[in-house]
């Protein structure tokens, strides 16, 4: 893999890790949204589709930031 893939690599793992971290925060404190914006309420105020984006949400974000650590870290090896 080349130096500029695996910088775009990163980018792209960053910002989506940013962008689930976000959303599982704005979730978090903002429940309703999901009803507001969309209109609909799937889980008929329970709170269940909420808890359920924040936790794929936070998860998500966690993997993709491990996986752009991992990223970083190939391309600036340490040198001893």
Do not use: Y
Request: contains cysteine; hydrophobic residues 55%; glycine residues 4%.
């Amino acid at each position: 893999m080349t130096r500029r893939a695996r910088r775009v690599l990163f980018g792209l793992e960053t910002a989506l890790a940013c962008s689930a971290l976000t959303l599982a925060v704005v979730t978090a404190i903002w429940q309703d949204w999901i009803e507001i914006v969309f209109g609909i309420d799937p889980d008929k105020h329970s709170g269940s589709l909420e808890w359920l984006t924040v936790a794929a949400s936070l998860a998500i974000a966690v993997i993709c930031g491990i996986a752009a650590r991992a990223q970083w870290r190939r391309m600036h090896p340490r040198v001893a």
